[in-house]
């Protein structure tokens, strides 16, 4: 049996491009298969797993979908960002040919970043709950009719021919990864560039959201991220997930965070993580 503090988890089957993340933050950690967001978030919040790997967004796809419900109830604490290069393949059982394709499974994302590519080779996207859970499917299937869209990792594990390399329709393709932890890992006020994460929800007043970002802008604090999105339950009011530029405790973001807080409901901004930046590697800035 693993050590718990020793493994990270992910959603997705090994060859998943949330593996391959793993791998490249993490490679001394055990990675973990979790069939959906749900169980890997759980997987921290129980023990069973030390840190998941959350994707949120990609480069061509846009955002995850409802993982932005999911964090904030998570109770967990993002403690860093990754982003991982996506190189899709084409795969096939052994001995196909691309002639032979009719249909490609794959996850929703995976099919949307060759949408234009299948489209060429007029073929017919059927989604999948991950991309390497497709490339392990039809391996087993062995239907030559049938191809996967997943990473060349999960060729190479499932024992499948490449048909297509690079089949991804934009050359910078990019997800972006959060790193999150039952507890969380405040990082010392220092030069380096920092990033917090934050969601919040308005008082029902005019202008609301203007007034209370006027903060930042006041105090020369950078905002990347701005989504709105309806939280369940409350369905007259949007809540509003934030990516600032700055430690949570320098005196900029203190003073911004204040007028924040006035224009907000009582305990509705909360904070998910400070974390050290990783802008050095993204192309989705």
Same mark, same amino acid.
Request: proline letters at 5%.
């Given at each position: 049996?693993?050590?718990?503090?020793?493994?990270?988890?992910?959603?997705?089957?090994?060859?998943? %491009?949330?593996?391959?993340?793993?791998?490249?933050?993490?490679?001394?950690?055990?990675?973990?298969?979790?069939?959906?967001?749900?169980?890997?978030?759980?997987?921290?919040?129980?023990?069973?797993?030390?840190?998941?790997?959350?994707?949120?967004?990609?480069?061509?796809?846009?955002?995850?979908?409802?993982?932005?419900? !999911?964090?904030?109830?998570?109770? !967990?604490?993002?403690?860093?960002?990754?982003?991982?290069?996506?190189?899709?393949?084409?795969?096939?059982?052994?001995?196909?040919?691309?002639?032979?394709?009719?249909?490609?499974?794959?996850?929703?994302?995976?099919?949307?970043?060759?949408?234009?590519?299948?489209?060429?080779?007029?073929?017919?996207?059927?989604?999948?709950?991950?991309?390497?859970?497709?490339?392990?499917?039809?391996?087993?299937?062995?239907?030559?009719?049938?191809?996967?869209?997943?990473?060349?990792?999960?060729?190479?594990? %499932?024992?499948?021919?490449?048909?297509?390399?690079?089949?991804?329709?934009?050359?910078?393709?990019?997800?972006?990864?959060?790193?999150?932890?039952?507890?969380?890992?405040?990082?010392?006020?220092? #030069?380096?560039?920092?990033?917090?994460?934050?969601?919040?929800?308005?008082? #029902?007043?005019?202008?609301?959201?203007?007034?209370?970002?006027?903060?930042?802008?006041?105090?020369?604090?950078?905002?990347?991220?701005?989504?709105? %999105?309806?939280?369940?339950?409350?369905?007259?009011?949007?809540?509003? %997930?934030?990516?600032?530029?700055?430690?949570?405790?320098?005196?900029?973001?203190?003073?911004?965070?204040?007028?924040?807080?006035?224009?907000?409901?009582?305990?509705?901004?909360?904070?998910?993580?400070?974390?050290?930046?990783?802008?050095?590697? #993204?192309?989705? #800035?």
């Amino acid at each position: 049996m693993s050590n718990a503090a020793n493994n990270i988890a992910f959603q997705g089957s090994l060859g998943a %491009y949330s593996h391959m993340a793993c791998l490249a933050v993490k490679p001394e950690m055990t990675p973990i298969p979790c069939e959906s967001f749900e169980d890997m978030l759980l997987d921290v919040q129980e023990g069973t797993a030390y840190l998941a790997m959350v994707p949120v967004e990609n480069s061509i796809a846009g955002r995850v979908a409802d993982i932005h419900h !999911l964090l904030p109830e998570s109770g !967990l604490h993002i403690i860093g960002e990754h982003f991982q290069p996506i190189n899709h393949h084409l795969l096939a059982p052994r001995g196909a040919k691309l002639d032979d394709l009719v249909e490609v499974h794959s996850h929703a994302q995976g099919l949307a970043q060759c949408r234009e590519r299948l489209r060429s080779l007029g073929l017919q996207p059927i989604v999948h709950p991950d991309t390497a859970g497709a490339a392990k499917d039809i391996a087993a299937r062995g239907d030559k009719k049938v191809g996967a869209i997943a990473s060349a990792l999960a060729g190479e594990i %499932y024992g499948l021919d490449v048909l297509v390399t690079s089949a991804e329709d934009a050359e910078q393709n990019t997800t972006r990864f959060l790193i999150m932890a039952r507890e969380p890992q405040m990082p010392t006020l220092s #030069s380096e560039a920092m990033l917090t994460t934050m969601v919040f929800r308005l008082r #029902s007043v005019p202008a609301a959201l203007y007034k209370a970002l006027g903060g930042f802008a006041t105090n020369g604090v950078n905002i990347t991220k701005l989504e709105s %999105y309806m939280r369940p339950g409350f369905v007259d009011h949007a809540q509003f %997930y934030v990516d600032v530029e700055g430690h949570t405790e320098s005196p900029a973001m203190t003073q911004a965070m204040e007028e924040l807080r006035f224009y907000c409901e009582e305990g509705e901004v909360r904070i998910l993580g400070c974390y050290p930046a990783n802008r050095a590697t #993204s192309d989705l #800035s």
